[in-house]
């Protein structure tokens, strides 16, 4: 089960961090990831890292913004969001895979098995 908080409201510019919890399997051995899906839009991915926090990877639009981490002891992943702009509005999802040792680069191209309830970030102009 995967529980994501931490979205709200905020200006351009701004920062938000997201946080996921993740209970029910042994969470050191999944990689885990973050997805957005903004209105009228698919789905798309936008970051994750793998199960010991040592690779991370992101999409385009957001790299020297965003940071994926997470910390095993507290069964936890979080997404650092900086400079903030109006096209990061969406609902964000995390995610996890089905198989355990999947590498952060996958998770672009995967599609993930287990998902959160997602979290609302607007960011206004």
């Known amino acids: 089960q995967l529980q994501a908080s931490g979205g709200g409201l905020v200006q351009a510019g701004g920062s938000l961090r997201l946080s996921c919890a993740a209970s029910?399997?042994?969470?050191?051995?999944?990689?885990m990831g973050w997805f957005r899906q903004a209105p009228g839009k698919e789905r798309e991915f936008v970051a994750a890292?793998?199960?010991?926090?040592?690779?991370?990877y992101y999409v385009d639009s957001v790299k020297g913004r965003f940071t994926i981490s997470r910390d095993n002891a507290k069964n936890t992943v979080y997404l650092q969001m900086n400079s903030l702009k109006p096209e990061d509005t969406a609902v964000y999802y995390c995610?996890?895979?089905?198989?355990?040792?999947?590498?952060?680069?996958?998770?672009?191209?995967?599609?993930?098995?287990?998902w959160g309830q997602g979290t609302q970030v607007t960011v206004s102009s």
């Open positions: 890292i793998n199960w010991t926090g040592g690779t991370t």
């Open positions: 995610a996890a895979p089905t198989s355990p040792f999947t590498s952060a680069q996958s998770m672009g191209r995967i599609r993930p098995g287990f």
């Open positions: 029910g399997r042994t969470f050191s051995n999944y990689a």
